[in-house]
């Protein structure tokens, strides 16, 4: 009896853990070579599902039981802060065959990554991977430090068929974005005050002009006010996830 007991038990936590993951938000986008499917985790975390391949973006262990999560084909990593660079999460997602692209700071404290500085471009399992500049420029630490410094991280810009999507990273809106083309979707931070204003990410997609904007990594931003702030800006469309 008792040994039934404990398989209940089990089960039911089974269950309960499945079921908690079955609670992230999901989006599909329609490419030329077929769709990718958005899992919106939180924070900065992302899962990006293509033609069978598994990208993790800066998978945190705060956010979910990534135990039970699909395994990694590819991991990116912005930049080396421990909400975006959890190295036990990273050890749970990689496979033999999983390719791990990371900052050079990152490359210091885990083996067999795949450095990308800013401007490097490489194309990893068939997906074009783009980094860009990530940095701050107003908010800075008490010690007149930005919070994310010039040169250190990267955004990335990633190529499904015939959509680019760019995942910003930690950054505010720096002049290096008045260069990037041809946004599809982009997820845009807006977490205080490490990364952008709402004021910050309307001026930000308004030079980008992404079909799709998904603020990210809010914290406790109100995201009313972007939304208010682009209400006249037709063609990008403010779609609000779970992801502070």
């Known amino acids: ?3 039934f007991i404990l398989l209940i038990l089990f089960f039911m936590g089974m269950a309960s853990s499945a079921n908690a993951q079955t609670q992230f938000e999901t989006d599909i986008i329609t490419t030329s070579a077929g769709d990718l499917k958005i899992t919106f985790i939180g924070h900065g975390s992302l899962i990006f599902t293509f033609n069978g391949k598994v ?3 800066d998978p945190y262990g705060e956010l979910a039981d990534y135990s039970i999560l699909p ?4 991991i990116l990593i912005t930049h080396e802060h421990s909400d975006h660079f959890d190295l036990a999460v990273i050890k749970m997602l990689r496979t033999n065959k999983t390719e791990l692209v990371l900052t050079e700071t990152c490359a210091q404290k885990i083996s067999g990554g795949m450095v990308m500085k800013n401007g490097g471009v490489q194309t990893v399992q068939g997906i074009k991977i783009e980094a860009v500049p990530a940095y701050n420029i107003i908010h800075k630490r008490d010690n007149g430090q930005p919070f994310h410094p010039q040169g250190v991280g990267n955004g990335y810009i990633l190529t499904f068929g015939d959509k680019r999507i760019y995942v910003a990273g930690d950054t505010e809106n720096i002049p290096e974005m008045k260069t990037i083309q ?6 845009l931070p807006m977490n205080l005050p490490y990364t952008m204003t709402p004021g910050m990410v309307a001026d930000a997609a308004k030079v980008l002009k992404p079909k799709i904007l998904y603020p990210y990594h809010y914290g406790d931003t109100d995201t009313s006010k972007l939304v208010e702030l682009l209400k006249d800006e037709q063609e990008i469309e403010v779609r609000i996830r779970k992801m502070s």
Do not use: S
């Open 71 to 74: 395994k990694a084909d590819i």
């Open 182 to 187: 041809g946004v599809d979707v982009a997820f």
């Open 55 to 57: 990208i993790h973006i």
């Open 1 to 3: 009896m008792f040994k």
